[in-house]
């Protein structure tokens, strides 16, 4: 298993490993494909921060991080969105591998924090927690359980104020 940097040549893979994973997964409307679509167009996109992982020719996990920014905070924000791996390759580590691959190049890129909606177990085990532990309110529908953030900088959210709408 190899992971790397996304391409343009990928998209049309990345949809469809996309529309597939979530059709499992706790926390889903069906339409994340279409938001990793929706999440290219916008200025917030950073391709670098857009990773694949690749057993023999075939996509089998996908994860992206874009801006996010925080009411009434100075912090270089992120959103993870989505993070997904194809039924038959989960539970071998690879969305963890996925995950740190992101995050450890989002350190590299200065970006202080890292935010989502998704299962609280699963992302815990990766060192997230529910916004509000940071002092943090949750703008949007989704239910507080689900919004969950983590520092990549240890203190870049101590003084930090407001909330965010993950969108």
């Known amino acids: 298993m190899m992971i790397r940097q996304a391409t343009t040549e990928d998209y049309p893979e990345i949809y469809a490993l996309v529309k597939q994973a979530f059709k499992t997964a706790q926390v889903s409307d069906g339409k994340e494909q279409d938001f990793v679509t929706e999440l290219r167009q916008r200025d917030t996109f950073l391709p670098e921060l857009e990773f694949v ?24 924000g992120l959103l993870l969105a989505p993070l997904c791996v194809a039924f038959a390759y989960r539970n071998q580590g690879i969305g963890g591998k996925l995950l740190a691959t992101a995050l450890d190049q989002a350190v590299q890129l200065e970006k202080q924090a890292v935010f ?8 815990a085990r990766h060192g997230f927690q529910q916004v509000k532990m940071f002092g943090l309110e949750n703008h949007s529908e989704v239910p507080d359980q689900f919004v969950l953030g983590r520092e990549l900088i240890p203190g870049s959210l101590k003084n930090v104020t407001g909330g965010l709408a993950l969108h």
């Open 53 to 76: 992982a690749e057993e023999n020719g075939e996509l089998i996990g996908h994860v992206m991080l874009t801006e996010q920014s925080v009411d009434q905070g100075d912090v270089s």
């Open 116 to 123: 989502l909606v998704g299962n609280s177990e699963y992302y």
